[in-house]
């Protein structure tokens, strides 16, 4: 359900997602490509647009009381627990300006986000 612990962690954070017709992302690689055909009618952006540019942008929706959930579940040990890193990586990837908006409206969002991969970082480069 829909609950938070701490500042409204009730809402959703929109990412845009935009790709190439070659593949790459312009601002943020989700895991994999599930929109790998080079025009899209369910792009964000028009089909001329996409033909004009090359790029086809889609927008995702990362749930807050969901992440919470899974953070909650990971660090109190839960069995086959998993951090959510993905949701991680695509709040860090923001532009600063969007992280800074989100540090203005929910910063635990943000932060839990940069501990998480900071964590993840040094336990995996330790000697660095």
């Not at 601002?27 to 490509?33: D, K, L, S, V």
């Not at 009618?41 to 001329?48: G, P």
């Not at 989100?102 to 336990?123: D, H, Y």
Request: glycine letters at 8%; aromatic letters at 8%.
């Amino acid at each position: 359900g829909r609950h938070f612990l701490g500042c409204l962690w009730n809402m959703d954070v929109l990412v845009n997602l935009c790709t190439s017709g070659q593949g790459r992302f312009s601002e943020i690689q989700p895991h994999g490509n599930q929109y790998g055909k080079w025009l899209s009618k369910k792009a964000s952006n028009s089909l001329q647009e996409q033909r004009s540019t090359g790029y086809h942008c889609f927008t995702a929706s990362i749930s807050g009381p969901d992440m919470q959930e899974k953070l909650e579940r990971f660090y109190t040990g839960l069995p086959r627990s998993k951090p959510p890193l993905e949701e991680a990586s695509w709040i860090l990837a923001l532009p600063h300006d969007k992280q800074d908006d989100l540090l203005n409206t929910c910063p635990g969002i943000l932060v839990t986000s940069l501990c998480m991969m900071s964590e993840l970082r040094f336990a995996l480069a330790a000697n660095d």
